[in-house]
């Protein structure tokens, strides 16, 4: 499975925007960005994925490089409640890994009031 | 909905007990799946089951035993539990129709610690 790279810890103040960022340099043609996030004492939640295009939801907007070798989790107005783990995933969606995601160790936000 | 469910949360064992960690979701979800997490780790996959019926290895399966008893449960077992396999267990669910193809659910873990 190809690899993500992302910095071990980000900080942000409340209300700020932030942007955390993944490297996937040898991402394949089928493979999805995925974002997900753990908060503290909590199973990981699903935030957003994409393949191509930059996607936006009600959580967090998705910018993806031309190349697909990088991405972007884009969190608009950073909240106290945003201080989590998030994990950058690539999952291919081609035949038998039935949604295996491999979870790397994410990067630590730290939001302050 | 409930969404995932685990039981127990918390657990002390000392080594060589056995014991099964629970999982039900009610979601009507076809895909099941085992994760444990180590301290400052990602998760990492033990076992999952694409379907009611069937069950396949992760990455981690040595020491450990699944059931999907049906659509709704899927069990972890620890036959003879070491302190290696202390650890945070995770068990998510997938559909595999619909729009929300893509999100694994997960539910709020069982700490598990083996003495």
């Known amino acids: ?113 | 909905n409930a969404g995932v469910t685990q039981t127990p949360k918390f657990q002390v064992l000392k080594t060589g007990q056995s014991m099964t960690l629970q999982c039900a979701q009610d979601m009507n979800h076809n895909s099941m799946y085992w994760y444990r997490q180590d301290p400052g780790m990602g998760l990492r996959l033990i076992y999952y089951s694409a379907s009611e019926g069937t069950t396949d290895k992760g990455e981690v399966p040595n020491g450990y035993n699944v059931s999907r008893l049906n659509k709704r449960e899927f069990s972890l077992r620890l036959e003879s539990a070491a302190p290696s396999q202390t650890s945070v267990y995770f068990c998510a669910s997938r559909t595999l129709s619909g729009r929300n193809i893509y999100e694994q659910y997960f539910g709020p873990g069982t700490r598990l610690t083996v003495t």
Not at chain 1, 26 to 36: A, R, V
Not at chain 1, 44 to 59: A, Q
Not at chain 1, 86 to 97: A, E, H, K, M, N
Request: aromatic share 8%.
């Open chain 1, 1 to 113: 499975d190809a690899k993500t790279t992302q910095p071990n810890s980000m900080e942000s103040n409340e209300e700020e925007p932030v942007h955390l960022p993944c490297n996937h340099s040898t991402i394949s043609g089928t493979d999805y960005i995925h974002w997900y996030r753990q908060l503290p004492s909590q199973g990981p939640e699903y935030v957003i994925h994409g393949l191509t295009s930059n996607v936006n939801n009600r959580m967090a907007s998705l910018a993806i490089a031309e190349d697909r070798k990088s991405s972007t989790l884009i969190l608009h107005r950073a909240t106290l409640r945003d201080a989590a783990v998030y994990y950058c995933i690539l999952r291919d969606v081609r035949g038998s890994t039935l949604g295996r995601l491999y979870f790397g160790r994410g990067t630590q936000l730290t939001v302050w009031p």
